[in-house]
């Protein structure tokens, strides 16, 4: 029977528990680019190494104070339990890159939060310090966890800390917007785990793992968080190892008899375009329970295309598991497991005015499962009102598993978490999705700051740039598509070296699919090599960083046209 996770005063106390229950299990794996494993740590080993931080970061800084965590995968989960144990407030963030953009990101980060150290590796250290210098940060203590004698584990006291007490700062991706950061209590982490257990009826053995960034809400809140929760082992690889050879986060799953891996959209597309019919024949995928599709808009065509591809591993239709969630909402809102996936397929006419009709033939959508703790509203994003049964409109949320807000940003806040309904119903979250709930399923349709209307219709750039890349295999993973003015604008990235006659005929042909699928002529066109599509560091198309790209003659494009 499961536990209730809610009913733990904090997250350390119930991290504890499972420390004195199995002390010797293993709880974290880290695995190399050859799946070996690269780190192994126990339960016990885990809750030295976190009180031993702990301990030293009591010593150094008040409670409350905020700490940037810059790490690979299984050193940033045991600083940021270290933060938990502490009482100090986590702040994930991504390495700092090469690119500019993403070490201003991290400053930003670093800046907004007003932290007071930042924590990182032995192994990372120099490069972290010399971006802080670089960065007008320097004064920044910079201190290494993984040394030894770092902190003494016999000196820790367990921190005061409730429901109510802030755990972490996670900062949004920024896909429409610069990044905040959602306050995110004790009590947010434990009814978000416990809520995505039930609804998807994990098991209390599952093991979990993946590749999803650890300062990524999947990463952290979805998959590796819950593991420890429920009391079971969280295998981690890199991204980066993904993104190289997809096959091996499959490999790994089989490898470590991983039950519960998540990964958005693309990555099961990359893995449907470049694992090899040779390596899936290596591969037995049967104990695969919940391949958790989520973080960006689900492609019933990418679910559908997986699972006959990796059939002949033992991949079950059931296993698919699409959900939906957002940071602001500690993640997880919707899902629902043990099930083949539920797809509608609408008229698109309709849908381009905001209707949910089924039909015959048209747009196949993805459901997301039910929203088991959240109070769900449909509503017309301009008026307010709480729109009736078919009709599509901005997706509101109300219930434990939203977070506090953003971190000092009081008008965001209130804008963003504490939104009334035309008819004075107050307190709920203002999602910036558009979907409907249909037959007990979410299903989503688009951003409401990316939709495009032209001539009158509402338009769904992931629907075109999907659509572009299923008929043109030229093309690469990334596209974004945008409109200025009333001129729709296609950029998107290819694959490989062309001249320039191939990429103008490649061009003509875009157009022309865009016309015959959509209704609408492409105003201007950009092809671009790999990496000329701006994406969060969780992958999501940055489309109005495009799109004032574009508006420069800023995209360094291989053809424009």
Not at 8 to 14: D, G, H
Not at 110 to 121: I, N, R, W
Not at 416 to 442: K, Q
Request: charged content about 20%; glycine content about 10%; hydrophobic content about 40%.
């Amino acid at each position: 029977m499961m536990i209730d996770l809610t009913r733990r005063a904090n997250a350390v106390e119930l991290l504890r528990e499972h420390v004195d229950g199995h002390p010797e299990q293993d709880a974290l794996i880290w695995v190399g680019e050859d799946l070996a494993a690269v780190r192994r740590l126990s339960w016990a080993e885990v809750d030295t190494e976190a009180r031993a931080i702990a301990a030293r970061l009591g010593e150094l800084f008040p409670p409350g104070s905020r700490a940037l965590l810059l790490y690979p995968p299984v050193e940033f989960i045991v600083a940021f339990l270290g933060c938990l144990y502490a009482g100090v407030v986590a702040v994930p963030a991504p390495l700092p890159g090469r690119y500019p953009h993403e070490r201003r990101r991290v400053r930003g980060i670093a800046a907004d939060a007003d932290v007071s150290v930042v924590l990182t590796d032995t192994a990372n250290a120099g490069t972290v310090r010399e971006w802080a210098h670089a960065e007008g940060i320097g004064h920044l203590p910079v201190l290494t966890t993984d040394e030894d004698h770092f902190g003494d584990a016999s000196r820790w006291t367990a921190p005061r800390a409730d429901h109510d007490t802030i755990a972490l700062l996670q900062y949004t991706s920024g896909s429409t917007g610069d990044p905040k950061g959602v306050v995110v209590t004790h009590g947010n982490l434990l009814v978000n785990a416990h809520t995505m257990i039930t609804a998807l009826e994990i098991p209390a053995d599952t093991r979990f793992g993946g590749w999803a960034p650890h300062y990524h809400d999947m990463g952290l809140m979805a998959q590796t968080l819950p593991a420890l929760f429920l009391g079971t082992t969280c295998v981690l690889m890199s991204a980066t190892t993904f993104l190289k050879r997809p096959h091996q986060w499959l490999a790994m799953i089989d490898r470590y008899d991983i039950g519960w891996s998540a990964a958005p959209n693309f990555g099961y597309d990359l893995c449907c375009r470049r694992v090899t019919d040779e390596q899936i024949a290596g591969l037995d995928l049967s104990r695969w329970r919940y391949a958790v599709n989520g973080s960006e808009p689900v492609h019933v065509a990418t679910i559908t295309a997986f699972a006959e591809r990796f059939a002949a591993a033992g991949f079950r239709q059931e296993t698919a598991c699409p959900c939906y969630g957002l940071a602001e909402s500690t993640v997880f809102v919707s899902g629902t497991g043990s099930r083949p996936p539920k797809t509608t397929v609408i008229d698109p006419e309709r849908l381009a005015h905001n209707d949910f009709v089924p039909s015959s033939t048209g747009r196949a959508l993805a459901g997301n499962g039910a929203a088991p703790l959240s109070d769900v509203r449909v509503v017309d994003p301009g008026t307010r009102e709480v729109l009736p049964d078919g009709k599509v409109g901005e997706i509101w949320l109300r219930g434990p598993n939203v977070a506090r807000g953003y971190w000092r940003k009081p008008e965001a806040t209130a804008r963003t978490f504490l939104a009334e309904t035309a008819c004075g119903d107050p307190g709920f979250l203002r999602t910036g999705d558009l979907g409907t709930v249909h037959e007990g399923d979410l299903y989503i349709t688009g951003r409401l700051k990316d939709m495009m209307i032209v001539r009158g219709r509402n338009l769904y750039p992931q629907d075109i740039e999907h659509e572009l890349r299923a008929q043109h295999p030229e093309l690469g993973n990334v596209g974004a598509v945008f409109t200025v003015d009333t001129e729709l604008v296609v950029t998107h990235e290819v694959q490989g070296r062309q001249d320039e006659a191939a990429l103008r005929d490649l061009a003509q042909r875009m157009k022309q699919t865009v016309a015959r699928e959509f209704g609408v002529q492409v105003g201007g066109l950009a092809l671009l090599r790999r990496g000329g599509v701006r994406r969060t560091t969780s992958g999501k198309v940055m489309r109005s960083q495009m799109r004032e790209l574009f508006l420069q003659s800023d995209l360094d494009a291989e053809y424009q046209a």
